[in-house]
């Protein structure tokens, strides 16, 4: 089998890493992107509603 | 347009340009040519990728739009954060493990040599032909409102693209996009701000009056297929298109793959996904409070003053004078019952509330009439009368209550966004015409300097290309929404390539070309035989691509050999 690069795989950790506090992972990245969704969709619904 | 705008304008263009130019002067490494230097953060590739897929149409049309329709155009732009989601998962760190130039040069990895100069041929007679579109319509509005001369307006704008994108290429368009950005959100802010502070009513009163005329309907989840705009076509529709365009296009895809890391290149992706729907709501949002703005301040019956005058000079019967005539009175008839409107709901007098609202719904939808017949006025003394009214909504606000030198920052913006994308694609099709044809079929082994120089000439053919065709835009009627049909024929196919490559990794190279070469014949035969919206060809255009090559690779004896790919 064979070793990793030293290299590549350094550079695989450092793009592991998000670099954003309190959101380390992508998974989490992407959550907080979909939870922004739906956030302005509850908004802009609540703008519809709010002054039909 | 005062001295004072056009140095504001000229000033931050060319200085854009000329610092764009001389920043990244002399590149003869391929790699930094056609991916700048690898150094690029997140900040910038989110602003390039932004400033890549809005040109000045957005900040021209979309205000117009929230004029017309209110805020549920926004419901288009539902799709595009999972669709950034899935590229930045999938697409981009394939396209960083392989280092390509291209997204093609992938097809060409995963499948053979074919595939790959089929997805790259059909990207470049879309987007070929689509060229002149980003210069030619923003040129005949303000050509149009400010009375510049039309071809002179086009040469020069693309000139002045081709000059820092042929010198600069990708880090040259990266660096001018950043500041263009600046100077279109300098811009819009300031429009919103003005806008805002002239509004003869409180925010409160004015958004009032917007939900009674139905233009803050911004969420439909109705399932009826015939409504425009509705939560489901905007995320299901939405997904599918982004997808297309921020997956597969190379205009945008050598956006972000020029990123210093992975973690960059994703970053911007996100960054993109978080405000391209509050961006796009905004720029509605401002389209809704000029309407607003002109319920109670003097409205022209048709917002493109050119053409109207040019059609009361030629009207014999006096009918347009009468129609301006009774819109007038209609103006100052629906201020009033807005105002009494206002005041009673202030009172709690709901029953004066209502009557008054219904009195001024009934005083639009009379004008909406007026304007309807205006244009049938118009179009019966100009019938070449192209493009939508409420296109001219924006900059005749702008032209008519911005102060000089602001005058000049705004249509420096409409500039800054028609360049920023267009840099964008000349860089796209340069590229792709470089490494996906002349370097693979022309010549395999030349130097780094070379290939350079051959992306500077096919860069500047295409930048010829894109003004010549902006130029001859006016001969064909329907041109802009022929080019949309054109991209909507091969957008499907092009997706399902890739689909096919990331998700399908039993189908081979020679399974998907012929898929695909099916798949097109079949679009071509459905567009000539079936009377459905265009739009739809993207969706059948991809499912018979993916469906062919299932069904040829069932077929075919042996595995595929091209599917070569690290996983």
Not at chain 1, 8 to 32: C, I, K, N
Not at chain 2, 46 to 72: E, H, K, R
Not at chain 2, 453 to 479: D, I, P, Q, S, Y
Not at chain 2, 500 to 527: D, E, K, N, P, S
Request: aromatic residues 12%; contains cysteine; proline residues 3%.
């Amino acid at each position: 089998m064979n070793r990793p690069n030293p290299t590549t795989a350094r550079l695989e950790r450092h793009d592991d890493q998000t670099g954003l506090p309190a959101l380390r992972t992508w998974p989490r990245v992407y959550l907080l992107v979909a939870a922004s969704f739906l956030l302005w969709v509850i908004l802009l619904r609540a703008l519809t509603v709010l002054f039909a | 347009m005062s001295l004072l705008d056009f140095l504001v304008l000229i000033g931050s263009m060319v200085g854009i340009a000329v610092y764009g130019a001389w920043r990244t002067r002399g590149r003869r490494d391929l790699s930094t040519y056609l991916k700048g230097d690898q150094t690029v953060g997140w900040v910038t590739i989110g602003i390039s990728v932004m400033a890549t897929q809005a040109s000045a149409i957005t900040f021209i049309s979309t205000p117009g739009q929230g004029f017309q329709d209110g805020l549920g155009f926004v419901q288009n732009y539902f799709g595009l954060p999972f669709a950034l989601i899935l590229v930045a998962a999938v697409f981009l760190p394939m396209y960083r493990r392989l280092n390509v130039y291209t997204a093609y040069e992938f097809l060409g990895q995963r499948f053979d040599a074919k595939t790959r100069l089929l997805g790259a041929g059909l990207f470049l007679l879309q987007r070929g032909l689509a060229a002149g579109i980003t210069i030619y319509a923003p040129a005949i509005i303000l050509s149009t409102m400010l009375g510049w001369r039309l071809d002179l307006t086009i040469i020069l704008s693309g000139m002045l693209v081709i000059i820092y994108t042929v010198m600069g290429g990708c880090e040259a368009v990266n660096l001018t996009q950043k500041y263009q950005m600046a100077v279109i959100f300098g811009g819009m802010v300031t429009a919103l701000v003005i806008l805002l502070v002239r509004l003869p009513a409180s925010l409160t009163d004015a958004l009032t009056v917007a939900g009674g005329f139905q233009k803050l309907h911004a969420v439909d989840f109705s399932l009826d297929v015939k409504q425009r705009y509705t939560f489901w076509s905007g995320l299901l529709g939405g997904l599918f298109l982004s997808l297309s365009y921020f997956g597969t296009d190379q205009s945008q895809v050598q956006r972000y793959i020029s990123g210093a890391s992975l973690r960059e290149s994703r970053l911007g992706l996100m960054f993109n996904a978080v405000l391209k729907i509050p961006m796009q709501f905004a720029i509605l949002l401002l389209g809704v409070l000029l309407f607003v703005f002109y319920q109670f301040e003097p409205a022209p019956l048709f917002f493109n003053q050119t053409a109207w005058h040019q059609a009361v000079a030629g009207d014999a019967t006096h009918s347009a004078q009468a129609l301006e005539q009774q819109f007038t009175a209609l103006q100052a008839a629906r201020q009033q019952h807005i105002q009494a409107w206002l005041a009673a709901r202030h009172d709690g007098n709901v029953p004066a509330e209502t009557s008054a609202r219904a009195q001024a719904l009934a005083d639009g939808a009379h004008s909406d009439a007026l304007r309807t017949e205006a244009r049938s006025t118009m179009l019966a003394t100009n019938p070449g009368l192209k493009g939508n009214d409420a296109d001219y909504v924006f900059i005749t606000f702008i032209l008519d209550y911005l102060p000089h030198g602001l005058i000049g920052l705004l249509v420096a913006a409409f500039f800054a966004a028609a360049l920023s994308s267009k840099a964008a694609e000349l860089n796209a099709l340069g590229s792709t015409t470089t490494i996906d044809f002349y370097r693979h079929l022309v010549r395999r082994d030349a130097s780094d300097a070379h290939y350079v120089r051959m992306t500077k000439w096919f860069t500047f053919f295409w930048g010829l290309v894109a003004v010549g065709f902006a130029l001859f835009c006016h001969l064909a009627e329907n041109l802009i929404q022929a080019v949309n049909i054109v991209g909507s024929i091969f957008y499907g196919v092009v997706l399902a390539l890739f689909l096919v490559a990331f998700f399908l990794r039993h189908v081979g190279g020679t399974a998907i070309f012929w898929a695909a070469l099916a798949a097109q014949t079949l679009v071509f035969v459905l567009y000539f035989s079936l009377n459905i919206s265009y739009l739809w060809f993207n969706f059948i255009g991809c499912a018979a691509c993916v469906g062919f090559s299932l069904l040829l690779q069932a077929f075919m004896r042996n595995p595929p050999a091209s599917n070569r790919v690290p996983t």
